[in-house]
């Protein structure tokens, strides 16, 4: 498998519909200067210049409406985001594939490291019919949401392979959701 | 309720405010003993992250404080920059920082008023709920939303944390027609905040004054201040942003980590107290400054020369921003590139200040080098701090005036009453719990 020579990482195959089809978005959501926080900015940072120009990299606050507006009108979007966990396991990486949102609680509260996360943007976007085509998340499992910059030892060693995953999320937008990995 | 003396409420975390926190409510005998409103503050972290760094870096870091008003931090930050190295930027730089600043206004306000505040007095525990009754409001504060990200990404070169920006002005200037293109957008969006205006207006308020002893805002004579001025107070006090440190006092109190400021003693006529900066204050200080048809939007949302009661604040935001989206249709009617994008700006050994109007107040930044450019020491006073005491205090009167509501009415209605400030999600904190102990 050819690999490029900044990152090491496996280069996307060419889009087999890319022109004419819905564009895809990553997201990163996080603060660079919130420790593992900056899991997802940090994958979005990896990712620049390996992805297709089909592909939109943005990297926000996780902030609902920006999230919204950031996938609106994508046919997929790939969301890479901090989370807490009890009992952690830092590094661990979930991801989940929405492809059949349910309404969920519009005052339920977010298992995101934001205090307004992913679930209430999901919510916003059922209610306002602008969920992306598919949504996926990997969800890394964070060590320290403190103040400063730089990310925690297991949380750096899970961002190589989590951009390697959304780079396959983006070469087979049909891959069904799997499991917990480590 | 723990019995019939004693009423203990908790809300795990207080939505629709952008931070963390915690409020925590105790009385006695119908008395309210104890209000207080516990913030954990980011720039303090970032002020010894600034030191041994180049002074070039400060717009940029600092940004990262917070998502919604990255702007405001830039600003502050280059202004102090700029003053320390006694550096003018020309005129055709300020005009193109206004019209970000402007976006920055128009997303912050159009976010707060649509999703976070006007929930509260339609009776929906959250936007998002609001979001499946009412799809074509939420829509349309969306859409005005948009109209400042619009401004934002061509500006600043992107809506979240612009990298645009630098000491000295831009590190590009947006090309005329990349901006007359935001005309008929804005245009739209003009529509809509003058609806926002009217549709708020129409709110019910209940009758409550704010308990703050002075106002802190911004003022430029014949404009509305945001991107400079001098500071000003209702009692009658002027200073420039280099008075700050002489004029407004913080202190510890021992249930945050956010510093409490207060106006000097002598400042604030009877001797110095809290004060309040934000919407309400600039309002109160400059809204003769306000355009002609901001002024008519205010005047038809029933509001005076001033405004005093914090749950009309949401008021006052549609109105700063109809004046917002005017300003910035003004801006780009006018504008010439500026050539150089930047003025140079060599460092040297010196002192320097800078306030700005964040959407939520005043936001004040100083900043020591040295010959190098090395940063030495650095102050970051953002508004949420400045205004923690006021809040406390309106709290306080609040909750004594309505102790007779049960539980959950009680604390529906002080989320609502910390909401009418607006508190910085990311300047503060990610969650506030909120306690009320009765006994």
Redesign the interface.
Known sequence: MMRTERTGLPAPAPHPAAPGEAPAVVIGVG???RRDDGAGPAVVARLRGLTPPWVRLV????????L??AWTGAGLAVVVDAVRADPPRPGRVHRFVLDRPR?VD??S?AASS???GLD?AV??AV??DRMPGRLIVHAIEAADLG???GLTPPVAAAVAAVAGAVLADLRAPSQPASQPRM | MTHKNERVLSVAELARVEGEGALYVRTRENRVEEARLDIYEPPRFFEAFLRGRSYTEPPDITARICGICPVAYQMSACAAMEDACGVTVPEPVTDLRRLLYCGEWIESHALHIYLLHAPDFLGYRSGIEMATDRRDLIERGLALKKAGNAIMEAVGGRAIHPVNVRLGGFYRAPARTVLAALTEPLKAALDIALDTATWVAGFDFPDHACATDDLLALVKPGTYAIEQGTLATRSGLTFPPAGFDAHVREEQVPHSTALHARLAAGAAGAGGGRYLTGPLARYGLSSRWLSPLAREAARAAGLGETCDNPFRSIVVRAVETVYAVEEALRLIAAYTPPEPPAVEVPPRAATGHGATEAPRGTLYHRYEIDAGGLITAARIVPPTSQNQAAIEADLRGFVQAHLDLDDAELTRRCEQAIRNYDPCISCSAHFLDLTVERS
């Open positions: 603060s660079e200067f990297i926000t606050d996780g902030e609902p409406a920006r919204v507006e309404p519009p005052v509260r934001h205090s307004l209430d919510a916003l209610a306002l103040q400063g910059p």
